[in-house]
Nanobody, 122 residues
Framework: QLQLVESGGGLVQPGGSLRLSCTAS????????IGWFRQAPGKEREGVSC????????KYINSVKGRFTISRDDAKNTVYLQMNSLKPEDTGVYYC???????????????WGRGTQVAVSS
């Protein structure tokens, strides 16, 4: 089964920044919608942001608009999530996955990575 690989998580103070990366070795990311998701302890996994396959159109949930930026580097076959002005409520395990549908619904995504932990705390 194809799988994406996330990296870049860590511990950061409130107001800090992190950049997450999502890569794949066995398929080309720009042929799919790539989404970033997060799961906080005791909560369901939620979609955070996604980027379209061709035009690079992006989508964000309201709570991260203006703070997070999703982008894609096709030469590196990598999708990034730049996270600025981080808040404690951004804490969780962040995953990337692929889809053929323009949506943030987790049920429409496959090829999930194992996740990278993000902790925002003072």
């Amino acid at each position: 089964q194809l799988q994406l690989v996330e990296s870049g998580g860590g511990l950061v103070q409130p107001g800090g920044s992190l950049r997450l990366s999502c890569t794949a070795s066995k398929f080309t990311l720009n042929r799919y919608v790539i989404g970033w998701f997060r799961q906080a302890p005791g909560k369901e996994r939620e979609g955070v942001s996604c980027i379209s396959s061709n035009s690079g159109v992006t989508k964000y949930i309201n709570s991260v608009k203006g703070r997070f930026t999703i982008s894609r580097d096709d030469a590196k076959n990598t999708v990034y999530l730049q996270m600025n002005s981080l808040k404690p409520e951004d804490t969780g395990v962040y995953y990337c996955a692929s889809s053929t549908v323009w949506t943030l619904a987790t049920t429409e995504y496959t090829n999930w990575g194992r996740g990278t932990q993000v902790a925002v705390s003072s």
